[in-house]
């Protein structure tokens, strides 16, 4: 059985769609990887997984199953007992997460206390156990500091730390290493897949890097307009991309090891606002594979190793 | 040969925070003796992490912050003896691109005025700027009918070929990229860099491109100078610089690079780095590098390495580089 469960999971703005139908599972102790551009709606599925969908925004079809129960418009209080213990989120900005007046330990013992898993005191100690494996220097002195006497790349650690404390069984990391550098982002990802190695944590990491997809996740989800296009093993789609768009995509990125200043390959138009999403299939004004087929939206195939939505899709070579 | 851009041994310093107390003003050396220079239609890339001072080199060179020493030469004639004229007029010749083109463009004009606003600026006619409007848009790839939008409602990728048209209005040599692509989506980011590599082509343009993303600029800079706390750690041509880089620096920064590879899958070659960069206001005596470097001695804590020539255009600011 799968850790979590998003069966054609729907979110709309009033009338206008901006998820459209995601199906996407997580077994304990993987990480997938959830891609796309802006406004592909894999951010609001990460959120509408936690239950943090802001005002005006609605599910309007579909199911989220974590570990066997159906909680998708569960009471309140149901998800904010899970919110925290067993479900934890890791944002962007650690910065704007951070409360800027409290310190840093005792946001990472937060969680504990309000699930009543521990005494303070207890969560005190944890927390700076915490701090000490997300690989805070002198974590003791450092947990009684506040957000801004920190580096960036430090806040984002402290985040780490606070959504890992009570041992959650999935962690969603919602491009997490996007707003720090290169060799700090190196630390924090080789952070994640650790602890997600270590104590069976499952991972719904969401990233634009496909460098991030290829390096740390098992399998990948390809969303773009509201849809997944493309989803399995990440050395299936790697190798073999049958999606038009994530072919694409992979083709568009410059490589280390690729011949410089020579033009590089670019997909035509614009990202489409979901105002201005074609019927049919999404990505169709922008290929060169499009047919009068595509006026009609093409749906999932394949197995669990490899699915994808495309009427004309790549070939295995 | 003459170069078009020559910095020699810049440096900005900011006043910190707590200044004016009555204390010895605490002094952040964003810029610490930077030399660099731009041959006509080479592009030179200024890379590392933020708060390394590369941003502030290209401000610096483009008279957006203030020169604490040092010298800035355009065209073999130096800035700081230019009469205010002289300096508004050399302006024409160098202009930039940021990141973020939203912030770059006023909401309220439209595409076509937010092209003319040099030009009109620079007294041309109306109908010489309406010429000159259309001739831009066609040039970065802009539809006729995208004239009277708003930026709105443009993509960001629509958004960033109108800065890049306006940037050009007044045919500059010379134009600063900082991080032109960082803040677009990803199938877009190709279309902006191939532009920017034919507007080079065929207008023989200078580019002094500023970047955290090393992969672009692998693909596009000729030379590349590595930053680190406020100094060039490293300096060559770009092809040698990432194939076979010198400084402890560089190299963690290239391993570090997560590489759309499934063939590299499991094989972390990363040379991961402890701790994080020192802070700006008070940096190390001896080499900046030193606190979090793997192969750190006790003379690198004494002295500040000088940056030295290891190879035929190669520059290393290491006591212990890697021989070529």
């Known amino acids: 059985m799968s850790l979590l469960e998003i069966t054609d999971l729907a979110i709309s703005a009033g009338d206008l769609p901006l998820v459209d139908g995601v199906t996407l599972d997580i077994q304990a102790g993987e990480i997938v990887a959830l891609v796309g551009e802006s406004g592909s709606g894999k951010s609001l599925t990460a959120l509408s997984v936690i239950g943090l969908l802001g005002e005006g925004l609605d599910i309007t079809r579909g199911q989220i199953r974590f570990d066997g129960a159906t909680y998708l418009g569960a009471e309140a209080q149901d998800m904010a007992r899970i919110r925290g213990r067993d479900l934890s989120m890791i944002f962007q900005e650690p910065v704007s997460s951070l409360n800027p007046l409290m310190p840093i330990g005792a946001q990472v013992a937060e969680s504990l206390i309000a699930h009543g898993v521990t005494s303070a005191s207890a969560a005190k100690d944890a927390a700076i156990d915490m701090l000490d494996r997300v690989g805070i220097p002198d974590p003791k002195r450092r947990a009684e500091q506040l957000p801004a006497e920190l580096s960036g790349g430090m806040c984002q650690r402290v985040m780490i730390a606070a959504a890992l404390i009570s041992q959650p069984r999935l962690l969603i990391a919602d491009e997490p290493t996007t707003a720090l550098d290169v060799t700090i982002q190196a630390q924090i990802l080789d952070l994640i897949a650790d602890l997600a190695q270590e104590d069976g944590t499952a991972v719904l990491m969401i990233t634009h890097d496909m460098g991030i997809v290829a390096e740390m996740a098992d399998r990948v989800c390809v969303m773009y307009g509201g849809r997944v296009v493309e989803q399995g093993a990440v050395d299936a789609i790697f190798s073999a991309p049958r999606h038009p768009y994530t072919s694409m995509l992979l083709r568009t990125i410059p490589r280390l090891d690729h011949p410089p200043k020579q033009e590089l390959f670019a997909i035509l138009g614009n990202v489409p606002s979901p105002k201005n999403w074609p019927q049919g299939c999404r990505f169709k004004t922008r290929c060169d594979r499009q047919s009068t087929a595509c006026d009609i939206a093409p749906v999932l195939t394949g197995d669990y190793h490899h699915r994808t939505a495309c009427f004309h899709p790549l070939s295995e070579m | ?324």
């Open chain 2, 1 to 324: 040969m003459t170069a078009l851009l020559e910095l020699q041994d810049l440096k900005v310093h900011w006043p910190g925070r707590g200044a004016g107390w009555g204390n010895a003003v605490p002094v952040t050396r964003a810029v610490d003796g930077v030399s660099l220079t731009i041959q006509v239609g080479e592009t030179v890339a200024v890379v590392g992490e933020s708060g390394c001072g590369k941003s502030t080199t290209g401000n610096a060179a483009l008279g957006l912050a203030p020169i604490t020493d040092g010298k800035i030469f355009f065209d073999g004639r130096d800035l700081s003896l230019l009469s205010k004229q002289e300096r508004r007029d050399l302006w024409q010749e160098m202009q930039v691109v940021f990141q973020d083109p939203v912030a770059a463009l006023n909401p309220r004009l439209t595409v076509a005025r937010a092209i003319a606003e040099p030009l009109v600026i620079h007294g041309w006619s109306a109908a010489h700027v309406a010429k000159r409007v259309d001739e831009l848009m066609a040039l970065v790839g802009l539809n006729a009918d995208q004239r009277d939008r708003r930026p709105m409602a443009l993509s960001g990728g629509q958004r960033q070929r109108v800065v890049i048209a306006r940037a050009l209005a007044l045919s500059p040599r010379l134009v600063i990229c900082d991080e032109p692509v960082s803040a677009l989506d990803v199938s877009i980011q190709s279309q902006i860099l191939n532009l920017l590599l034919r507007l080079q082509r065929e207008l023989g343009l200078s580019y002094l491109f500023i970047s955290h993303d090393l992969s672009v600029v692998r693909h596009i800079a000729d030379r590349v100078c590595v930053m680190y706390l406020g100094v060039i750690v490293e300096e060559g041509p770009t092809a040698e610089v990432f194939a076979r880089p010198q400084h402890p620096y560089t190299q963690a920064l290239l391993s570090a690079i997560p590489r759309p590879d499934i063939v590299r899958r499991g094989r972390k070659e990363r040379i991961l780095l402890q701790g994080d960069l020192p802070s700006p206001l008070a940096p190390p005596k001896g080499c900046p590098f030193a606190s979090r470097c793997i192969k750190a001695q006790a003379a690198c804590n004494r002295s500040r390495p000088p940056l030295e020539q290891r190879a035929a255009h190669r520059l290393v600011r290491c006591f212990y580089p890697n021989s070529v």
